[in-house]
């Protein structure tokens, strides 16, 4: 057995102990050290990189590493093995999507604002804001020598008194505790329930001069990111807002890879253990801490994801997701509750899943078109979900389409060499000057933080500003020279953002090269070729759009007419489009505090047709039309 050691930039050192001819990514992922992998170990991505500082390691040169970072000690940990003691530093760029938590500042109007929307949107649709949990309070005689109604009878009944129900159920959880809260209270005492037509569920019993919190979860389990908010059941106000890198980002960046992942010795295990105990749990922790209240307190969930993250979440075989003819074990199920699968809540809250209507649309899909109104609206309407995979939905209050595309984990920062998630020292927006070819930065973060990498909005705008000034031809191809293009002893170009030490925060340039701006153009090109081949198989046209919403956490927003620019967004008049944030996790906010809402997500999964893209033959002929800024059929962006 061999030391190994990972080192970081801004965190303790982890060792561990590893056997001869170990792969030093699959050494990692035992230890819970994350390394970004998006392709899942492969050699494709070159985003594996770490850096040797002591020892040596069995590991190979790819086209990912130059001759000089080789000399330097670059390595890729997936074509690494052990066979040493041996010491790397893992550099923040290359752990981009390691689990950064994030608490958002509820005093900013700002993160409140779409939730606020939504209820008033609910409401003007004619949609109850109401559910069925509750606190009642219940007095009962103490019992005597006289009266000797065990307990559980005498809660039960005067349930049945209070609230006319006959049949009341009361879990483990509450006949656990129930002896010594009822006799601390003298037999006074306040109880949470879920009262419905047919039964009373008892969540929680505490004292009479306790006053109970109900509260709930909603969850957006993304296959990047996850993002939650915890709620006051009673009013739907917003507790908590949290977000986190998804735990199982390490077993790929896209759900092929992870359902592949998932389908080796003890995979389906270590996938929801990634979900569950290493980003779901802590993020919920957190997030109590910050409301001040306990875990046991949330007493319901809403979760929003894609098919294959539901299916990975709560623990069953996703295999027959992506292989033909594509059935998942389940659309939609109402029998998951949290202490089947591990959540560190309530044990008894019930697991609202938003519905899938596909493999690769999900319930983060129908979730999003509920909140955006699509179904509630007379002009026709595109919703855009933007994220590994790409998601549209497009119809009004008569109909509703849906398809998917694979867009791969671009959007989010995936397949970028200096990509990253939207978190602090991202580059989430730029322009560049025509002339000198100068970039002036907008960064996540406070005044004063330095760029350590790129976001989604930051990319979209990179590309389009290196096109506008011809910095880069058609093709995505460096045609300028500067200060700011290098270029590689095999001619490959590349734009440097910030120059690492002067301008950077990371301990290398922040760029974006010709191999980032091609995978990129792929996935513009997906998003661009399915809304092209969905209207043309539902005999509609570009030109009969008259809403286009777009979703996605992938920065403050998307500057619709740079997206426009490379041929991403059909070009309409950019005041047709709307940038809508995360409508997966405001879906499932609305299925949580509104009972009525969490049927209406159902109604429209039902009736939303799934178009599967892989069906339709001019698919490809689209795509391959599209992988060209803006398009290789210019008449389609006739204002650019």
């Not at 752990?95 to 008033?120: G, H, T």
């Not at 915890?230 to 739907?236: F, Q």
């Not at 078109?369 to 939905?393: C, H, K, R």
């Not at 322009?431 to 970039?439: G, K």
């Amino acid at each position: 057995m061999y030391k190994v050691t990972f080192k970081f930039e801004n965190s303790e050192d982890v060792t561990v102990f590893a056997a001869f001819g170990e792969s030093l990514l699959e050494v990692a992922r035992k230890t819970n050290v994350a390394i970004d992998a998006p392709c899942s170990g492969n050699a494709s991505c070159g985003k594996c990189r770490v850096k040797l500082v002591e020892g040596e390691l069995d590991s190979k040169q790819t086209r990912h590493i130059s001759d000089e970072e080789y000399a330097q000690g670059w390595r890729l940990a997936c074509c690494s093995k052990i066979n040493a003691d041996v010491a790397v530093m893992v550099p923040d760029i290359a752990s981009a999507y390691r689990s950064r938590m994030k608490v958002a500042d509820l005093s900013s109007p700002d993160e409140l604002k779409i939730f606020d929307n939504i209820k008033q949107s609910i409401t003007e649709a004619g949609i109850e804001l109401k559910n069925n949990l509750e606190s009642i309070h219940v007095k009962m005689d103490v019992p005597t020598l006289d009266d000797t109604m065990p307990d559980n009878e005498r809660l039960t009944r005067a349930i049945r008194e209070i609230t006319g129900m006959q049949r009341v159920k009361l879990p483990y959880s509450v006949i656990h505790k129930m002896a010594q809260v009822l006799r601390e209270h003298n037999f006074d005492v306040n109880v949470v329930i879920r009262k419905t037509e047919k039964d009373i569920f008892v969540y929680d019993i505490c004292g009479a001069d306790e006053a109970p919190v109900i509260a709930g979860l909603a969850i957006d389990i993304g296959t990047t990111t996850v993002s939650a908010i915890i709620i006051d059941m009673t009013d739907g106000k917003i507790l908590a807002k949290g977000s986190s890198g998804n735990g199982q980002i390490r077993y790929g960046a896209d759900v092929i890879n992870r359902i592949i992942e998932s389908r080796k010795p003890g995979g389906q295990d270590k996938l929801q253990k990634a979900i569950i105990e290493e980003t779901i749990n802590p993020l919920v922790q957190t997030m109590c801490r910050q409301a001040k209240i306990s875990p046991m307190n949330i007493y319901r969930m809403s979760v929003a994801a894609n098919t294959t993250m539901n299916h990975l979440l709560i623990g069953v075989n996703a295999d027959p997701v992506r292989m033909e003819p594509y059935i998942p074990t389940f659309f939609k199920t109402n029998s998951i509750f949290a202490g089947d699968i591990g959540i560190k809540v309530n044990p008894d809250a019930h697991i609202i899943l938003a519905p899938n209507i596909g493999s690769y649309v999900g319930g983060d899909i129908t979730a999003g078109a509920f909140v955006t109104m699509l179904w509630n609206q007379e002009p026709f309407s595109l919703f855009i979900d933007l994220g590994t995979n790409g998601e549209i939905v497009f119809g009004n209050s008569d109909f509703m389409f849906s398809c998917a595309c694979s867009a791969g984990p671009a959007f989010e920062g995936g397949d970028i060499s200096c990509g990253m998630r939207a978190t602090d020292g991202a580059i989430e927006a730029c322009t560049i000057d025509a002339e000198t070819m100068e970039p002036k930065l907008t960064i996540v973060g406070n005044e004063g933080t330095k760029p350590v990498g790129i976001c989604g909005s930051g990319i979209i705008d990179i590309i389009s500003e290196l096109f506008r000034c011809k910095i880069i031809n058609p093709k995505g191809k460096f045609v300028r020279e500067g200060r700011r293009v290098k270029r590689d002893a095999d001619g490959m170009g590349s734009y440097v953002l910030a120059f690492e030490g002067e301008e950077a925060g990371s301990s290398k340039d922040v760029e974006i090269t010709e191999v980032d701006i091609d995978s990129f153009i792929r996935a513009k090109g997906a998003i661009f070729s399915a809304i092209r081949t969905m209207l043309s198989y539902c005999d509609f046209d570009i030109s009969m759009i008259e809403n286009v919403y777009v979703a996605g956490g992938i920065g403050s927003g998307i500057n619709m007419a740079n997206a426009i620019n490379i041929g991403m967004f059909p070009d309409i008049p950019v005041e047709m489009y709307h940038y809508v944030g995360n409508t997966s996790l405001a879906g499932a906010y609305a299925m949580l505090c509104s009972t009525e809402s969490e049927r209406k997500v159902y109604e429209l999964a039902a009736n939303m047709t799934y178009i599967e893209l892989s069906t339709i033959p001019q698919y490809m002929d689209e795509f391959v039309g599209a992988c060209f800024l803006p398009h290789t059929d210019a008449s389609l962006f006739p204002n650019r």
